[in-house]
């Protein structure tokens, strides 16, 4: 038994034939299941449809079928119980930009109706473990685009959501950012939450992700951990984004 079986975690998220058509397929009839507690990475090539997912999954975009469970809870049948367990991290910072970090967490904590005496203690600790604690009375219209992504991502804990996706939050970030940004998301799978991203940067995917989904044209190519992808690629593919190249070049391959 593992530690996340002995502390009653369960999936977070199942998604089953998941449809959205723009034209022609983005999604199509694509399934997955996302432990409680873990890391996992959404992987594919421009345009295979990860973002589409993802915004379909925190409500933004209605299926054209499919279903969506989030922790036991039907996010099409019930989104608004959905939403109260999910944060959600575009590849853009959505930002007041003159609002500055301290007032933007409490703005936020104020629409999920958080008391301010806790909100407040919930923006410190958040911006202080952010490094932004020094810039919390300044103007987000300043910031760099790290700072705008950390402070976003600030906003996106301050309720602390079972269920945390992120959509490239990497891109555009200095080392140092990066760093911090990984390191947050890291230790909050690490308290419990369950955390998904999209990421073209396949070292980072390699690195912190507990298991990666691959898809391709909308649909579940591959999944597993590295050693499991490693299998199925070839035992010549070693690091992940020779995994990565060598699955999504199969033409016609099966769905995993």
């Not at 402070?151 to 945390?164: D, F, K, N, W, Y």
């Not at 951990?225 to 690629?233: F, I």
């Given at each position: 038994?593992?530690?996340?079986?002995?502390?009653g975690?369960?999936?977070?998220?199942?998604?089953?034939?998941?449809?959205k058509?723009?034209?022609?397929?983005?999604?199509?009839?694509?399934?997955?299941?996302?432990?409680?507690?873990?890391?996992?990475?959404?992987?594919?090539?421009?345009g295979?449809?990860?973002?589409?997912?993802?915004r379909?999954?925190?409500?933004?975009?209605?299926?054209d079928?499919?279903?969506?469970?989030?922790?036991?809870?039907?996010?099409?049948?019930?989104?608004?119980?959905?939403?109260?367990?999910?944060?959600?991290?575009?590849?853009?910072?959505?930002?007041?930009?003159r609002?500055?970090?301290?007032?933007?967490?409490e703005?936020?904590?104020?629409?999920?109706?958080?008391?301010?005496?806790?909100?407040?203690?919930?923006?410190?600790?958040?911006?202080?473990?952010?490094?932004?604690?020094?810039?919390?009375?300044?103007?987000?219209?300043?910031?760099?685009?790290?700072?705008?992504?950390?402070?976003?991502?600030?906003?996106?804990?301050?309720?602390?959501?079972?269920?945390?996706?992120?959509?490239?939050?990497?891109?555009?970030?200095?080392?140092?950012?990066?760093?911090?940004?990984?390191?947050?998301?890291?230790?909050?799978?690490r308290?419990?939450?369950?955390?998904?991203?999209?990421?073209?940067?396949?070292?980072?995917?390699?690195?912190?992700?507990?298991?990666?989904?691959?898809?391709?044209?909308?649909?579940?190519?591959?999944?597993?951990?590295?050693?499991?992808?490693?299998?199925?690629?070839?035992?010549?593919?070693?690091t992940?984004e020779?995994?990565?190249?060598?699955?999504?070049?199969?033409?016609?391959a099966?769905?995993?």
């Amino acid at each position: 038994m593992t530690i996340r079986d002995a502390l009653g975690f369960r999936d977070a998220l199942v998604v089953r034939d998941l449809c959205k058509a723009f034209g022609k397929p983005a999604v199509d009839r694509l399934s997955l299941t996302v432990r409680g507690g873990e890391i996992y990475a959404l992987l594919g090539k421009n345009g295979a449809g990860k973002t589409t997912t993802l915004r379909m999954i925190v409500g933004l975009l209605k299926p054209d079928a499919g279903a969506i469970r989030v922790f036991g809870v039907d996010a099409l049948g019930d989104p608004r119980a959905a939403k109260q367990i999910i944060a959600w991290v575009p590849d853009e910072p959505m930002l007041y930009d003159r609002l500055s970090p301290l007032e933007y967490l409490e703005f936020v904590a104020g629409l999920w109706g958080i008391e301010p005496k806790t909100a407040r203690e919930s923006a410190e600790t958040l911006l202080k473990w952010l490094d932004l604690w020094e810039q919390r009375h300044e103007r987000c219209e300043g910031f760099s685009r790290g700072m705008k992504q950390k402070t976003a991502l600030a906003g996106a804990l301050i309720h602390e959501p079972r269920l945390l996706i992120l959509d490239e939050p990497l891109t555009g970030l200095d080392a140092a950012a990066a760093r911090q940004v990984k390191d947050v998301l890291t230790a909050r799978a690490r308290a419990g939450a369950t955390v998904i991203i999209t990421t073209h940067i396949l070292e980072v995917a390699e690195r912190i992700a507990d298991r990666i989904g691959i898809i391709q044209r909308g649909r579940l190519l591959a999944e597993g951990n590295l050693a499991e992808l490693r299998l199925r690629a070839g035992e010549n593919q070693e690091t992940l984004e020779d995994v990565f190249l060598e699955l999504t070049a199969e033409e016609g391959a099966p769905i995993a």
